[in-house]
């Protein structure tokens, strides 16, 4: 094949969604050109950017890096696609926790984009959208609004509001606005912005998807599981031939799945999505992370809350142990996982594993204080273990 048609189906499955097909493609591509050619670092920022789509982001900054080294020897620093390569960079590097360099990055590729296309060109829009996102990655919601304003006020001008860039940015706005704490206004800007990818892109495309997915999440916390769930079925359906089933998306999607069964229907099917999510985390992920997290915690409080204490220890457990490894923000759960864990040693009568839970100050100061707490939760857990059909605990 050659090489223009090889470029063109690469363009044509990126363009469908097939980013795991585009993938495979591109990096057949590359073995054919010679090194430090131009040729090679818009080769390399294509398979960078799907990297990215699949969530390989270790592989991603390898491609970005080495593109970006490239293009400033082929194009030179202030040119174009040198300052795509870096933008790019600075995504996948903010989607790993690498802030600092990200921002720094971004702000420069910002800069290069406009001297270079002009601050009114689709180029600038997509630097100022890219700026938005790495801001954002950063916690830094401010200058993140003022980046996508100025990217949606370009593409609202040009291509226009039914342009699928421009509903691109309207999904970004919204995330903006779900981390602001303002769902009433992030919900109208997913649904624009679903419709007007489902009119350019078609109803199964990714793009759609991704919105489809962040609008269905409106949808749960706003106590509307019923919408939300036909919304995740749909997004688990689109996302299935484009993102491996390891994919951040798709996990979190089973995760989200497993709580809207758990309120609507049963507590069984929602331990068993809860389990499959948890298996693919297993298999793909030696590393705690977040969707893992999410899982296990899901499923310990599944069993917990179908009164299965047994089967709900272990994960509580373990979720307390990944709270050790992740980042300060998820510290909020320790108390409630504690607290849960003191929950379901009192209903199998572990007081001793439940008395280690306690602060050592509460034993040693109140003694007497603390037996008749424990009395008391004895007692309780009698009478809702009594409620439940349950044979009473012995003291």
């Known amino acids: ?17 097939k980013y795991q097909e585009a993938a495979s493609e591109c990096s057949r591509m590359l073995d054919g050109l010679k090194d430090g050619s131009g040729e090679q670092a818009l080769t390399l920022l294509k398979l960078g950017k799907l990297h990215d789509k699949l969530h390989n982001l270790e592989k991603a900054i390898d491609c970005l890096r080495k593109s970006l080294k490239i293009s400033c020897k082929v194009f030179g620093e202030n040119n174009e696609k040198t300052a795509e390569a870096m933008s790019a960079l600075a995504l996948a590097l903010a989607a790993h926790g690498e802030t600092n360099e990200a921002e720094s990055l971004v702000e420069d590729a910002t800069r290069i984009r406009c001297n270079a296309c002009g601050v009114d060109s689709p180029e600038a ?20 609004e003022k980046s996508l304003v100025k990217s949606m006020g370009i ?37 624009q912005s679903v419709d007007i990818l489902q ?28 919408e939300a769930e036909k919304n995740w079925l749909r997004v ?27 309120i609507l229907r049963s507590a069984d099917e929602a331990a068993q ?4 999510a948890l298996e693919i985390c297993d298999r793909a992920y030696d590393e ?7 899982s296990v915690l899901g499923l310990g409080l599944t069993y917990l809350r179908d009164y299965q204490f047994a089967l709900a220890e272990p994960h509580v457990k373990r979720g307390l142990r990944m709270i050790e490894g992740l980042s300060a923000k998820e510290m909020r759960l320790e108390n409630l996982l504690i607290d849960k864990l003191l929950t379901i040693y009192i209903f199998q009568g572990k007081f001793a594993d439940a008395l280690l ?11 007497a204080e603390f037996h008749d707490t424990m009395d008391s939760i004895y007692q309780l857990a009698n009478v809702i273990r009594k409620a439940i059909g349950k044979e009473p605990l012995k003291h």
Do not use: W
């Open 1 to 17: 094949m050659a090489k223009s048609e090889q470029i063109s189906k690469v363009d044509d499955l990126y363009a469908q969604g």
């Open 125 to 144: 829009a997509d630097a100022y959208d890219d700026m938005g996102l790495v801001h954002l990655s950063c916690g830094h919601p401010q200058e993140a």
């Open 155 to 191: 593409r609202r001008r040009s291509p226009g509001k039914m342009h699928k860039d421009y509903a691109i940015s309207l999904r970004h706005t919204a995330i903006l606005r779900q981390k602001e704490g303002k769902a009433s206004l992030s919900e109208p800007l997913l649904n």
């Open 199 to 226: 009119r350019q892109l078609g109803k199964d495309h990714p793009e759609v998807g991704a919105s489809l997915d962040l609008l269905a999440e409106q949808q749960f916390d706003r106590k509307r599981p019923i």
């Open 236 to 262: 688990r359906d689109i996302l299935a031939p484009a993102l491996p089933e390891e994919h951040p998306q798709r996990i979190s999607v089973l995760n989200r799945l497993a709580a809207c069964a758990l």
């Open 273 to 276: 999505l809860y389990t499959q």
């Open 288 to 294: 705690d992370t977040i969707f893992k997290l999410d």
């Open 357 to 367: 839970l306690l602060p050592n100050s509460l034993r040693a100061k109140h003694t």
